[in-house]
């Protein structure tokens, strides 16, 4: 762009707009419907057929639920500092609180306040100790690039993460003979999905986004996610709160996990316009246990809507300057 | 850049088993002649599937002598010579000579068009009636070419502008504008203004292989429109699937060596 505006704050506004402009979207419409519900997907919904007859999702979707919690905390709430005169500034970057304030759900979502994490039932994030301590480094240490997050450094959300409903996020899924292609708008991350039982890549080729193997459970999409790389974050919606100790996290910011991550993701259609997701995360190496979240991640959007580009690394020089006083192109200055 | 600097014997050896081995495809198709390959249910010519170009265009469009890093290339520029002004050539010569750090490519940015067809990594197409989707291999490019009717959007900017596809015939056509002035059409530097003006026209020629033809146009830049053409081959490799090069995440491996 012409403008000096970088990549996160353009994205901010870009955010922003799409609120300002479709703010009668399918978030609305997840309000009344099932989609309200947070239980384990148990749909009626048997959604059309494509003409190589796998359950047809296709279409253009906005993000689900924005706020919700993605964990429990494991220390207790957080309780931020308020600054005379004025509000607090939460767990939450603004543009997610705003977006909040917009969002219909938002009396519903307040009272049910119910973490991503269904399994186990205390939606707490089974860490094991060296991830609760990098955790703890990441949110002590946001002043230096090394720990910033790996969104801020527009890098790929891995996965689940990048299904996690974010302001800065819509999506276009669409189908072909073999193959669901779910193309993301933030950082313009796209998985192609074979359906067609090939094995997973040679374990010696690691991706951040993973390697993707997908199937059709009746209208359920189950996708075996394996071949990771450990350049990615688990879950993380939102920021760090100004000061917030790690132990108060509820975000599912900066937990970290190993090249041993292994993830089922469960896209199940609910209704014609709400995509439910739920999965399971395994990796032994960063987890005591197995653990398993679930949320209405994708609303039906407008049929006219379209994916903007997503030029985040292309703008981030004076983000990151400003974040962290490090310069990473200066040839800009 | 890590391709240029990592790739050019592989990409060189694999693209002359590649061209070879399209080279007998399109003696055996007819070259030229009407496409009878696989279609999809609404008639359209199939193009799903991972392809690739196997040339030395995104190293100079221009002809240009092998050097180090560089396979040598005989141009895929008609006419030979892209039609600069002269203030306009002065600043090529001068990105030239620049070119190992300010080909915006070695800092990841996104590619452009058409350079995102040619740079030595392959995409994949994704077909449906409303959307032909290009996935790009190098650094998650991505375009989405809309095929259903509708108009450009107005007076934005973007690396990669907005695409909007017809069928002509067999042909698909895709006109692309909306860009921006940074990015470059290949690495010696030769570049374009916010003024420009892409017209591809990708032709089967055969189940595997596009004719690939390409129409520049930027007033600001050239004296007049010119064209660039290269065959875009498909790659037929069981099992084959893009490994995101994820150029950004290595930029800052880069920048966060030793540290944490």
């Not at chain 2, 010579?81 to 070119?99: D, G, H, V």
Request: aromatic letters at 10%; one cysteine or more.
């Amino acid at each position: 762009m012409k403008s000096p505006v970088s990549g996160p704050i353009l994205t901010l506004m870009l955010g922003a707009s799409i609120w300002l402009v479709a703010p009668d979207t399918a978030i609305g419409q997840t309000s009344s419907g099932p989609a309200a519900k947070s239980a384990p997907a148990a749909s009626t919904y048997t959604p059309p057929r494509t003409p190589d007859g796998q359950p047809d999702i296709s279409g253009m979707y906005e993000p689900g639920w924005i706020n919700q919690p993605a964990e429990t905390a494991v220390g207790g709430p957080w309780k931020p500092p308020v600054p005379k005169g004025g509000k607090s500034i939460g767990p939450t970057d603004f543009g997610a609180r705003d977006a909040a304030e917009k969002d219909p759900t938002r009396t519903q979502i307040e009272q049910s306040r119910k973490p991503m994490v269904i399994d186990p039932p205390d939606g707490k994030v089974p860490m094991q100790p060296w991830v609760a301590e990098m955790r703890k480094k990441i949110y002590d240490n946001q002043e230096k690039p090394e720990y910033l997050d790996p969104r801020v450094r527009c890098l790929q959300a891995g996965v689940p993460r990048a299904n996690t409903p974010v302001y800065y996020n819509s999506y276009q899924i669409i189908q072909k003979p073999g193959y669901v292609v779910i193309i993301y708008e933030w950082n313009h991350m796209t998985r192609i999905i074979p359906l067609d039982g090939r094995p997973h890549l040679d374990p010696r080729i690691r991706l951040p986004m993973g390697d993707s193997r997908g199937r059709w459970e009746g209208n359920t999409l189950v996708v075996d996610v394996t071949n990771f790389n450990d350049d990615t974050w688990v879950l993380g919606h939102g920021g760090i709160g100004e000061g917030q100790p790690a132990e108060t996290a509820t975000s599912g910011h900066g937990i970290v996990h190993s090249p041993e991550l292994h993830v089922v993701e469960r896209f199940t259609p609910v209704n014609k316009d709400v995509i439910r997701y739920e999965a399971r995360i395994e990796d032994p190496k960063a987890f005591t246990r197995p653990f398993t979240i679930s949320f209405d991640a994708m609303a039906r959007g407008r049929a006219d809507h379209q994916l903007f580009e997503y030029a985040c690394h292309e703008g981030n020089r004076d983000g990151i300057l400003m974040a962290t006083g490090v310069d990473i192109d200066p040839s800009q200055k | 850049m890590r391709i240029a600097r990592k790739c050019p014997v592989a990409v060189l050896s694999l693209g002359l088993v590649w061209i070879a081995a399209a080279h007998l495809q399109a003696q055996a198709a007819g070259q030229g002649g009407k496409y009878s390959g696989p279609r999809t249910p609404d008639g359209k010519p199939d193009l799903n599937g991972i392809w690739q170009v196997f040339n030395a265009a995104h190293w100079n469009l221009e002809p240009h002598s092998p050097e180090e890093g560089v396979p040598g290339g005989q141009g895929v520029v008609e006419g030979g010579t892209i039609p600069y002004k002269p203030e306009a050539l002065a600043q090529r010569q001068k990105n030239y000579e620049s070119r190992a750090t300010a080909d915006p490519l070695s800092k990841c940015y996104m590619p452009g068009v058409p350079r995102i067809t040619y740079v030595p990594l392959p995409f994949e197409i994704s077909q449906t009636p409303k959307y032909v989707v290009m996935a790009y291999e190098f650094a998650h490019a991505r375009r989405i070419i809309y095929t259903d009717g509708s108009p450009h959007v107005e007076a934005l900017e973007f690396w990669m502008g907005d695409s909007r596809g017809k069928w002509d015939g067999d042909t698909l056509v895709v006109d692309t504008n909306n860009f921006n002035d940074k990015t470059w059409f290949d690495k010696a530097g030769n570049y374009h203004s916010d003024a420009l003006h892409v017209v591809e026209r990708f032709t089967p020629m055969s189940p595997n292989h596009i004719n690939y033809e390409v129409t520049i146009e930027d007033s600001k830049v050239f004296t007049r429109p010119w064209k660039m053409s290269m065959i875009i081959y498909k790659r037929l490799e069981k099992d084959l699937q893009l490994l995101d090069y994820d150029c950004v995440s290595f930029f800052w491996k880069k920048m966060n060596a030793g540290k944490k």
